[in-house]
């Protein structure tokens, strides 16, 4: 079973992923990707806040972290996120995916990404000097999620 | 009754994370018009349905969908994870 952590404490990612590495006896390949709060274009990011949805957000990412394990022969998957306040250069969130060969790994880590970003129900809201404002949904988001589909 | 929730700039324009309604709609889309008619707030959260996204029962789910038997109707915008 994949596992799912969502916290609103912030995390370090190294140990994270060593936690999940050190589970993984049979598998050859551990792909992992990182989320990091980056700052916005006019450079006076304060904080980055995340809302979301407990209880779904919960469903959301198990069903999606399920998805990966029936279309990849993964070994196992691992899915963490956090919500609330939290400032630049903070890690927002990770996953990682652990297989015998690595381009089920990599393929596995992307398709998780490319579902949470626009299916797991998180809202980000970015605090700067001018004021807040919400992170608008990408075009390209809906598009990275189209190839899954079309497969 | 039915638990409504509402969450990011959803939440702030209808001044409300959420609310219990009594609800005649037989889907999400005809519960959204509902809402739109009770005053300008609702209308002008709701004004542009291609922003909306709605989940019943937590999954989910297209504003064709129906809500009977549902407990929880929450409505948001595009999601913005990762």
Redesign the interface.
């Known amino acids: 079973m994949p596992e799912i952590i969502v916290q609103s404490d912030p995390f370090d990612m190294g140990e994270m992923l060593n936690r999940f590495a050190a589970r993984q006896a049979n598998a050859g390949a551990v792909v992992s990707f990182s989320?990091i709060v980056r700052d916005v274009a006019t450079g006076d990011l304060d904080a980055m806040e995340i809302?979301h949805?407990p209880?779904?957000t919960e469903?959301?990412l198990a069903k999606i972290a399920g998805e990966a394990m029936t279309r990849w022969q993964l070994a196992d998957a691992f899915i963490l996120?956090r919500h609330g306040r939290m400032g630049q250069g903070e890690t927002?969130?990770m996953v990682a995916t652990a297989s015998r060969h690595r381009a089920d790994a990599f393929a596995a880590a992307e398709f998780l990404?490319d579902y949470?970003?626009?299916?797991?129900?998180?809202?980000?809201?970015e605090i700067t000097g001018e004021g807040a404002a919400?992170?608008?949904?990408r075009d390209e988001d809906e598009d990275a999620l189209a190839r899954w589909q079309q497969q | 009754m039915i638990e409504l929730?509402y969450?990011?700039?959803l939440?702030e324009r209808v001044g409300t994370g959420h609310e219990q309604v009594e609800t005649q709609a037989a889907t999400v889309a005809e519960l959204i018009e509902e809402l739109k008619a009770r005053d300008e707030g609702y209308a002008f959260a709701f004004s542009d349905l291609k922003a909306i996204r709605a989940?019943v029962d937590?999954?989910?789910v297209d504003l064709d969908a129906p809500i009977a038997g549902a407990k929880e109707v929450?409505f948001?915008?595009?999601?913005?994870?990762?």
């Open positions: 989320g809302e949805y209880g779904m469903k959301a996120h927002i969130m990404m949470l970003k626009s299916r797991a129900p998180f809202w980000k809201k919400w992170v608008a949904a | 929730r969450f990011a700039w939440r989940a937590q999954d989910l929450a948001f915008p595009p999601m913005t994870g990762g």
